[in-house]
């Protein structure tokens, strides 16, 4: 017997949402892989990222059941409006996605701290997405506001999350294996959640305490590439052989170890089994998905239209971290974008829905912990938004897909989820 349409569209896609976020919540993923407290020394906690006030509030409870939180201290920082309620690891909050003085003073005391570390301590780093810009340290020449200038340059450009990063490292003193080469030769260990493709090291949080591999002629590459105009200042310093970072082998990693705790793979198959156990034939894409927003949005149309024609009833999941190249003056963000690109590209096509969220809880927007997630789309979308004379196109070419959204009633507004493994998009076909 055939298996029953969903009745409810809407909140069976929020339903599948919600548990990929909850697949990578700190409070689950976190307590396995705390260290033991080290005999005759402290746990020094540092930690950056969009989860970084969960995952401090998960470590807490761990040693405060253990009888050991007395000889646990630190902090961490996350972005604004992200904070949680701590006691003994202090939370901080700081500027996402551009930084601010907060971000600076940030990765100056999680530096300092690191250098404090004795050789019977351990130095806990927690990360996660977003800690490239909650961490900023500019390295010497480089002022506060020509680093904000690049990162909003780059931002802009359309240059993927790896290149953004591969730039940044080279302009930092805390990226790319500094903070672990500074608490030397204590014991280091980085509990990480994963925002980016292919969950590497290097490249979540900027990789600031593992070896980087990537090198200060790529950095220049990157901004040859997308045609920006830094300001002399920043060229002065990727031309500068002292910024090059730390390299596979270096002596300081050498007490550093890497554990990834939770990961875009775990939260896709999370949604997967629920969508399963509906009676949808579940195609997963990828987790690590790049590209333009509304160019991968018409490719996965094209896809959900043929399972139509084959009359099967189809579960299609990504996820990764797209781009958008901005040429209009609206607001969004790529899940949006990609959103709206689908929206358009379906075309009001009946038995195909959509969802695409960032895990973080916020897509693009102006920065601020309320921000839209992302966006629905559901089937008679283009018929309510006809209704309202609104144009997806024109909303398209302006990249405003907040507007359209916001007018339609189908943006995702959660708030902080205190995790990150990056977007999160599903399509379902019924024919």
């Known amino acids: ?97 551009v930084p601010d003085a907060n971000s600076v003073a940030g990765a100056k005391r999680a530096m300092e701290l690191a250098k404090s570390a004795g050789p019977n301590d351990l130095v806990l780093c927690l990360l996660s997405g977003g800690a490239s810009a909650l961490w900023s340290a500019p390295v010497d020449g480089i002022d506060f506001e020509a680093k904000q200038m690049l990162t909003k340059q780059l931002l802009a450009s359309g240059a993927r999350i790896s290149e953004i990063n591969c730039v940044r490292k080279h302009l930092s003193r805390i990226k790319g294996g500094r903070l672990a080469a500074a608490a030397y030769p204590a014991r280091f260990i980085t509990l990480a959640i994963s925002d980016v493709p292919k969950d590497d090291p290097d490249a979540i949080g900027s990789g600031p305490t593992v070896a980087d591999k990537t090198t200060l002629a790529q950095a220049r590459a990157v901004i040859e590439h997308y045609r920006i105009t830094p300001s002399p200042q920043v060229m002065a310093a990727l031309n500068d052989p002292a910024n090059e970072t730390p390299k596979p082998n270096d002596e300081a990693l050498s007490r550093s170890e890497y554990i990834l705790v939770a990961a875009p793979k775990a939260s896709l198959e999370a949604a997967a089994a629920l969508a399963r156990d509906q009676g949808f034939r579940v195609d997963i894409l990828g987790d690590s998905l790049e590209g333009e927003a509304r160019d991968v949005a018409r490719f996965h149309a094209e896809m959900a239209m043929d399972a139509k024609r084959r009359g099967e009833r189809l579960a299609l999941m990504s996820g990764g971290e797209l781009t958008v190249t901005v040429r209009g003056n609206g607001k969004g963000g790529p899940n949006q974008e990609y959103a709206l690109g689908l929206a358009a590209a379906l075309n009001g096509a009946e038995g195909i829905a959509g969802l695409a969220a960032d895990t973080d809880g916020t897509d693009g927007g102006v920065g601020s912990a309320d921000d839209p997630a992302g966006a629905l789309v559901l089937p008679d979308i283009l018929t309510r938004a006809k209704a309202k004379d609104l144009d997806p196109v024109t909303f398209l070419q302006n990249n405003d897909s907040t507007g359209f959204f916001r007018t339609t009633d189908d943006l995702i507004l959660c708030g902080p989820t205190q995790t990150n493994v990056n977007d999160f998009r599903v399509i379902l076909v019924e024919p």
């Not at 298996?3 to 929020?14: C, G, H, I, Q």
């Not at 949402?17 to 080290?38: G, M, N, R, T, Y």
């Open 1 to 97: 017997m055939a298996a029953s349409p969903v009745r409810d569209t809407r909140a069976f896609l929020m339903q599948l949402f919600d548990i990929a976020v909850k697949a990578a919540h700190p409070h689950a993923c976190v307590p396995p892989h705390l260290p033991e407290v080290p005999e005759g020394g402290r746990i020094i906690v540092v930690g950056a990222g969009k989860a970084a006030a969960a995952m401090a509030q998960a470590t807490e409870r761990h040693y405060e059941a253990k009888g050991q939180i007395d000889r646990v201290s630190g902090f961490v920082v996350t972005r604004h409006g992200y904070g949680l309620p701590t006691n003994a690891i202090e939370v901080v909050e700081a500027g996402h996605p």
